[in-house]
């Protein structure tokens, strides 16, 4: 897996490689393959490539409180129709504070989504309902849903388009496809002129 995964990268000259703190590794096992194929050969055929990683996107808390994933079924959908995203925000696990009480919101799930995608006046807005009281999870995470429809609009609505006209996704994977075909192309004769295959 990790030389098919390194193939994958390598046969498209990528010079950056956008990753997750979790994924560094796998760049790290790319460049150790083309360094030893270089090595072997005595010529660089591949780009060795960089990892970039988003800081700010490193971790993704989940609807509770672990890291967002799939595979925990813990994610906002942000695609879904307008009420099932709301019922997944509204499924947000939180604790049981009284409404009229003040809430903690750097140990909340709510808040930690919220200040993710709000600006700073709209995250200092909401610490202030939280630690003022008489703010309820419920008002939190209507804010959140409201948030996210007006943050991911126009992404939800091209969503919606393509789902709705699928030949124009598969219209463009083709062009895709050929550009790729190119370039891998162009790094499958390096190595098969330097290797004699």
């Known amino acids: ?69 799939k595979s925990k079924n813990n994610i906002i959908n942000i695609f879904l129709p307008d009420k099932k995203l709301r019922k997944q925000v509204m499924g947000i696990q939180t604790d049981s504070t009284p409404l009229e009480d003040p809430k903690d919101p750097d140990t909340c799930n709510v808040f930690a989504l919220y200040e993710i995608i709000a600006n700073d006046e709209q995250t200092a807005e909401m610490r202030k309902n939280y630690v003022g009281g008489n703010y309820g999870y419920g008002h939190a995470k209507q804010a959140l849903f409201e948030l996210l429809l007006e943050k991911f609009g126009a992404a939800r609505e091209r969503y919606h388009h393509f789902m709705n006209n699928l030949h124009e ?26 290797t004699g295959y």
């Open 1 to 69: 897996y990790p030389i098919l995964m390194a193939a994958d990268i390598l046969l498209y000259d990528a010079e950056i490689v956008p990753v997750g703190k979790d994924q560094l590794q796998h760049i790290e096992i790319t460049r150790d393959v083309a360094s030893r194929f270089h090595a072997k050969m005595n010529k660089e055929l591949f780009v060795l490539p960089e990892a970039q990683v988003k800081q700010e996107t490193q971790l993704i808390p989940g609807t509770d409180g672990s890291k967002m994933s």
């Open 169 to 194: 996704i598969d219209q463009a994977l083709e062009v895709g496809a050929q550009k790729a075909q190119i370039v891998a192309n162009d790094v499958l004769q390096r190595v098969r002129e330097t």
